[in-house]
Structures are given as C-alpha cells and as structure tokens.
C-alpha cells in the first residue's frame, strides 16, 4: 500500500482551503484519508499554515512521500524534506 501526504480540498467556489492528509495513493483526492495532519489557506495573506510537525517527522520517518505542494508547505514550516523521492 504506498502512501502519500498531499492535500484534500474543501471550501466554496473561488475559495480555497486544504487539508494536508496521509492517504493511501490510489484513493480519491477527496475521499477516505488515514490522517489529518493540519491545513492550508491559501486565501489569507500572508496563507495560513497549521501542521502537527511531529506527526510529519513521524509520517516521513516511516516513508510517506509527500507531494511537491506538500513540500513546499512543510519547508516554508521549518521541516526539513529531501528532495529524492
């Protein structure tokens, strides 16, 4: 079962808001996730991050692979991600 942190999309038309989850990679991207990790607004300026950083280290420890807008989310968090797949 490979597994990925990647975003889930919630929020009305033209307004944007994401959670970041873990979820097994063949699942829909709005559908059953294994865990909440925090979320994104994207719409606020400066955008709006909450992460559990713990439960991230946790997650990628085990191999999770984040997706590239995770990444990115998690760097601009002060986590440190490799950028090897």
Same mark, same amino acid.
Do not use: H
């Given at each position: 079962?490979?597994?990925?942190?990647?975003? $889930?999309?919630?929020?009305?038309?033209?307004?944007?808001?994401?959670?970041?989850?873990?979820?097994?990679?063949?699942? /829909?991207?709005?559908?059953?996730?294994?865990? %909440?990790?925090?979320?994104?607004?994207? $719409?606020?300026?400066?955008?709006? &991050?909450?992460?559990?950083?713990?439960?991230?280290?946790?997650? &990628?420890? /085990?191999?999770?692979?984040?997706?590239? $807008?995770? /990444?990115?989310?998690? %760097?601009?968090?002060?986590?440190?991600?490799?950028?090897?797949?």
């Amino acid at each position: 079962m490979p597994v990925r942190m990647r975003l $889930t999309r919630l929020g009305a038309k033209k307004s944007p808001f994401y959670r970041i989850i873990v979820v097994d990679s063949k699942c /829909k991207r709005d559908g059953k996730f294994i865990e %909440q990790l925090g979320y994104y607004d994207p $719409t606020r300026d400066p955008a709006d &991050i909450k992460i559990d950083v713990e439960k991230a280290k946790s997650w &990628i420890e /085990k191999g999770v692979i984040p997706s590239d $807008t995770v /990444k990115n989310i998690l %760097q601009k968090a002060g986590l440190a991600v490799s950028a090897s797949d």
